[in-house]
C-alpha cells in the first residue's frame, strides 16, 4: 500500500507513485477536466509517466509537498489531484485540484482542498497560498470562497494572455475561520 498522507470522511489523499498512470491518464486526457487549467492535455501512458517522475515526485523531492492523488475510499479510484504546489516563476505555493466529472458538484474538491490547507498550514507551515482560477470558471470560484479564499487581483500568469482572478488565504486568515 502506498504512503497515507491524509484522510476525510470520504477520501484519501496520497503522493502519487509510479503504477498510478493508469488512473492518471484519465483525468490528465480529458479536455473538459482541462479547460481552464492551462495545462496540455495528456494522452499516453508515457505522457502520464513523465508527469508523475518530473513533476509530481521531483516536487515532493525538492520541496516536500506537492499535488496528492484524491481516492475514494469507497471504490479505491484516484478521482483526480487536490495539493499545494511552489511555482518558482511567481515564487508563491498555490492550491489546485483537478476532479473526474461525475464528481463535480458532490464537494469533493471542497472536502480534499479543506485536508490540504490544514496539512500546508500547521503541518508544512505556509504562511500564505494563492489560487488562481478564470473568471467563467464559477464552480472553482465558488470552491475558493467556501474555503474562505479573499479575491486579491484580475492579472495574467507570467507569460500568458488570460487575465485570471487571484485568491489569496493567510496562515491567520485560515486559523480565524
Known amino acids: 500500500m502506498k504512503q497515507l498522507l491524509l484522510e ?3 477520501l484519501w489523499l496520497r503522493p502519487f507513485a509510479l503504477g498510478d498512470e493508469e488512473q492518471v491518464l484519465v483525468f490528465s486526457s480529458n479536455p ?3 479547460k481552464y487549467t492551462g495545462d496540455p492535455i495528456i494522452t ?3 505522457g502520464v ?3 508523475i517522475k ?3 515526485l521531483s516536487d515532493y523531492k525538492k520541496f516536500g509537498y506537492g499535488r496528492y492523488a484524491v481516492i475514494e475510499k469507497e471504490s479505491k479510484t484516484i478521482l483526480g489531484f487536490c495539493g499545494v504546489k511552489y511555482l518558482p516563476e511567481i515564487d508563491e505555493t498555490d492550491l489546485g485540484y ?3 466529472p461525475n464528481y463535480w458538484g458532490k464537494g469533493i474538491a471542497t472536502e480534499a482542498s479543506k485536508a490540504i490547507l490544514e496539512h500546508a498550514f500547521n503541518d508544512l507551515n ?3 497560498i494563492v489560487a488562481t482560477v478564470y473568471p467563467e470558471n464559477t464552480a472553482s470560484t465558488r470552491v475558493l470562497k467556501k474555503l474562505n479564499f479573499q479575491f486579491e487581483k484580475k492579472a495574467s500568469y507570467p507569460d500568458e494572455e488570460a487575465i485570471l482572478d487571484w485568491y489569496v488565504i ?3 486568515d485560515y486559523e480565524r475561520s
Open 32 to 34: 473538459v477536466i482541462n
Open 49 to 51: 509517466t513523465d508527469l
Open 126 to 128: 505556509l504562511k500564505r
Open 170 to 172: 493567510t496562515k491567520e
Open 54 to 56: 518530473n513533476v509530481w
Open 8 to 10: 476525510t470522511e470520504r
Open 44 to 46: 499516453t501512458l508515457d
Open 98 to 100: 483537478r476532479l473526474i
